[in-house]
């Protein structure tokens, strides 16, 4: 069955980066766009942006602008995503998701089905 | 940027009742761009309907999804001990893609 598998919790300093992974299984990896969100506590999700795992072309919320990088390995179906200059607000959970269509008939705006398990990102000096 | 606003914030029902949850769009979404997601704690979410109405695989048909242009709904019928979790809209119109704040559902 088609999986997102992400990487475990981190733990970061003020000003330092983390980089979350996540390995997909059971589809074809260059198909299928992947998106980012996050959840900080008791709040709804907030969309970071999404990756073309064929291409690497990748959209940004502007919001992330010059502090995201999201990035594949094609050869290991996996993708990145790395945010630098963390502060205290961007401790959260970080989601990965895939959109239910194929890249060549599929708008990489769309609906998410499956979501990984989620990675922890605490900020803590 | 498009906000969805949820209302009400929780909802606190007995098993067979039904829930109605809604979910107002600042602009209006001019496609059925729409979807909610139900999270259990410590989970992440999953799909429950797209499309405004389409019911994802594996939900049962209790749960309906219906509205137009800024107004969306989420009902619930027959509820269930196990549809205790807190339920969020989604829109793809319009980049950025956007959450509502949720409704926690809460069986009593």
């Known amino acids: 069955q088609v999986q997102l598998v992400q990487s475990g919790a981190e733990v970061a300093k003020p000003g330092a980066s983390v980089r979350v992974s996540c390995k997909a299984s059971g589809y074809t990896f260059t198909n299928y766009y992947i998106h980012w969100v996050r959840q900080a506590p008791g709040q709804g999700p907030e969309w970071m942006g999404w990756?073309?795992?064929?291409?690497?072309?990748?959209n940004y919320a502007q919001k992330f602008h010059g502090r995201v990088t999201m990035s594949r390995d094609k050869s290991i179906s996996t993708a990145y995503m790395e945010l630098s200059s963390l502060t205290s607000d961007d401790a959260a959970v970080y989601y990965c998701l895939r959109v239910p269509c194929n890249i060549n008939v599929c708008s990489p705006q769309n609906w998410f089905d499956p979501w990984g398990q989620g990675t922890l990102v605490t900020v803590s000096s | 940027e498009i906000v969805l606003t949820q209302s009400p914030a929780t909802l606190s029902l007995s098993p067979g009742e039904t829930a109605t949850l809604s979910c107002g769009a600042s602009q209006s979404l001019s496609r059925n761009f729409l979807a909610w997601y139900q999270q259990k704690p410590g989970l992440a979410p999953r799909l429950v309907i797209y499309d405004v109405f389409m019911r994802a695989t594996g939900i049962p048909d209790r749960f309906s999804g219906s509205g137009s242009g800024t107004d969306f709904t989420l009902t619930i019928s027959r509820l269930e001990p196990e549809d205790s979790a807190v339920y969020y809209c989604?829109?793809?119109?319009?980049?950025?893609?956007?959450f509502g704040g949720g409704t926690r559902v809460e069986i009593k």
């Open positions: 990756i073309d795992p064929e291409s690497a072309d990748t």
């Open positions: 989604q829109q793809f119109v319009n980049s950025p893609l956007t």
